[in-house]
């Protein structure tokens, strides 16, 4: 069993920036495709970045194309979301995920492809 523990939401104001991190507990993280959600309650939780296990693949929604990183330390077990240029609609829960199959960018903003969740950190960004 794998545990995804997030940290670093917070407040930001409008253009600012955070780093959100990801640290991972069992299983074998170094194999697996990880990647960050975001949701806002009443709407479907929606993709926000996938980075492959070796991080020869990262991939971004349309949204934040630009604005966020992500990375990866497999020495450490942890992942990253680098938020810069933060927008008011960019508040969400955020939530890393780990992916135990090697399609990493195949339906790689689809939730069900996931099989490991952290408990999500809150990201609020004032205007």
């Known amino acids: 069993q794998v545990q995804l523990v997030e940290s670093g939401g917070g407040s930001v104001q409008d253009g600012g920036s955070l780093k959100l991190s990801c640290v991972a507990a069992?299983?074998?993280?170094?194999?697996?495709?990880m990647g960050w959600f975001r949701q806002i309650p009443g709407l479907e939780r929606e993709a926000v970045a996938v980075?492959?296990?070796?991080?020869?693949?990262?991939l971004y929604a349309d949204s934040v194309k630009g604005r966020f990183t992500i990375s990866r330390d497999s020495d450490k077990n942890t992942l990253d979301l680098q938020l810069n240029t933060v927008k008011p609609e960019d508040s969400a829960t955020y939530y890393c995920?780990?992916?135990?199959?090697?399609?990493?960018?195949?339906?790689?903003?689809?939730?069900?492809?996931?099989?490991?969740w952290g408990q999500g950190t809150q990201v609020t960004v004032s205007s």
């Open positions: 980075i492959s296990a070796h991080s020869e693949i990262t």
């Open positions: 069992g299983g074998i993280f170094s194999a697996y495709c």
């Open positions: 995920a780990a992916r135990r199959d090697g399609y990493c960018a195949r339906d790689w903003t689809t939730p069900e492809r996931y099989d490991y």
